[in-house]
């Protein structure tokens, strides 16, 4: 009988996840494009969970569950897109049948080419199950119609151009996935207002009750963990709304409640940067100076100059 909770099983090449989903071997050993219709899952012998060491890009038909990927009535329903990263680890729900596409892309196929670099600029793969990209009906046709043409370039023999050809498709797929997220953040306003209000009403908190003292300073983490996302889709919402990421955000808050302390009370820099959370008062400092351009001691002689 199967044990629980298992460790993870990785999963080094494409082709070894087709042998594992029972899928003939792919055509390109550094991508793959897969129609989810066509997975064979052993319920009883999968494995729970995979860390994959390769990108994986899905497209659902059905997003099952509302609440799990996170789908309010502010989203469009025709299906919507997954994004995995090398390593991340992926949970098996061997119950869970849907239609759609799985591209699935080796990082060794983009070795050589911009986009190895610039891959990471795409935060969606730090997104959680729960921040998927919900599509609309038009965004549907792109996203398939850019999948159709990875499908079609797969089926022709490889030779000099395959590769280029290949990823200029894939740039084009994940430059449209932006796009689309940034209009997600758009019709999710309302919504993410409140989440940034709720953000705004932690870090009042943390820094209210002194727990900078105990737990040192907020971090981007510690809000999105409070917020149930992830760090990143919090970094990329606050900055869709804003213009600031959460970084600069808790800077802020803690450069202002740094102001109230100089002005309204005799601590000295030091204590004002242990009540902030900071481990050396050096780096309060230099962050203080970095946003005011005047050191503490200067901000405070302002108003305390005789």
């Given at each position: ?35 989810n ?23 659902k ?25 090398p ?5 098996i ?55 159709e ?19 200029s498709?894939?740039e ?20 993410n ?43 990329d ?20 409640k740094?102001k ?38 200067a ?8």
């Amino acid at each position: 009988m199967k044990k629980p909770n298992q460790p993870p099983v990785t999963i080094h090449a494409i082709s070894e996840l087709h042998r594992l989903v029972g899928l003939p071997a792919p055509a390109h050993p550094l991508i793959s494009l897969v129609d989810n219709t066509k997975l064979y899952i052993d319920k009883e012998h999968f494995p729970e969970t995979l860390l994959l060491d390769f990108y994986k890009i899905s497209y659902k038909h059905t997003l099952n569950g509302r609440i799990g990927y996170g789908q309010g009535y502010y989203d469009f329903d025709q299906g919507g897109m997954i994004f995995t990263a090398p390593h991340q680890l992926l949970a098996i729900d061997k119950d869970t049948e849907y239609y759609g596409l799985s591209l699935l892309i080796h990082p060794d196929l983009l070795r050589g080419y911009p986009l190895a670099t610039s891959i990471s600029k795409y935060g969606f793969f730090s997104y959680d199950t729960n921040e998927a990209l919900h599509l609309s009906a038009k965004e549907k046709e792109t996203i398939i119609g850019v999948l159709e043409n990875i499908g079609h370039e797969l089926k022709c023999s490889i030779d000099d151009f395959s590769q280029d050809v290949l990823i200029s498709y894939v740039e084009v797929l994940l430059n449209y996935s932006n796009r689309f997220y940034k209009r997600q953040f758009i019709t999710r306003k309302a919504v993410n207002h409140d989440l940034l209000t709720k953000m705004e009403t932690l870090l009042t908190h943390h820094l209210d009750t002194r727990r900078g003292l105990q737990t040192g300073l907020p971090t981007v983490e510690y809000l999105a963990d409070q917020l149930h996302l992830s760090p990143r889709y919090l970094s990329d919402m606050l900055r869709s709304l804003t213009g600031q990421s959460a970084q600069q955000h808790i800077h802020q808050k803690l450069i202002d409640k740094a102001k109230e302390y100089l002005t309204n009370t005799n601590l000295s820099v030091a204590e004002i940067a242990y009540e902030l959370g900071f481990e050396y008062p050096q780096s309060f400092n230099k962050l203080f100076k970095s946003k005011t351009m005047l050191t503490p001691v200067a901000f405070k002689a302002q108003f305390f100059s005789s």
